[in-house]
């Protein structure tokens, strides 16, 4: 079983930085691929950045690439999720996500949901 809480979301102009995180615990102690997933109001889900917190690379989705980094504290064990230069169009629920064992974008590969957190870019 894994438990996610998220927080960090907010409101920010058009260029603006957020930063959202999302403390994770898994029971048996494995590690997990994190991702961060957005769902705009009548838009279907997609996968904005991923990675494994067991160490590797990263995923980008490409309308972020450049403007969003994802990373892991494993310590805390909190994956962070650093927005820069926002856009409008990045307005959306975002949410945390955890899966097993392999890591991707897709959504699928994911079984555990955070509450979601939402961010609102005004132009």
């Known amino acids: 079983q894994v438990q996610l809480v998220e927080s960090g979301g907010g409101s920010v102009q058009a260029g603006g930085s957020l930063r959202l995180s999302c403390a994770y615990s898994?029971?048996?102690?494995?590690?997990?691929?994190m991702g961060w997933f957005r769902q705009a109001p009548g838009k279907e889900r997609e996968g904005v950045a991923g990675?494994?917190?067991?160490?590797?690379?990263?995923y980008y989705m490409n309308s972020v690439k450049g403007r969003f980094t994802i990373s892991v504290e494993n310590a805390k064990n909190t994956v962070y999720l650093q927005m820069d230069s926002l856009k409008p169009e990045d307005t959306a629920m975002y949410y945390c996500?955890?899966?097993?064992?392999?890591?991707?974008?897709?959504?699928?590969?994911?079984?555990?949901w955070g509450q979601g957190t939402q961010v609102t870019v005004s132009s």
């Open positions: 996500a955890a899966g097993f064992p392999t890591c991707s974008l897709e959504i699928a590969r994911y079984n555990y």
């Open positions: 990675l494994y917190t067991g160490g590797g690379g990263t």
């Open positions: 898994v029971t048996d102690n494995r590690r997990p691929c």
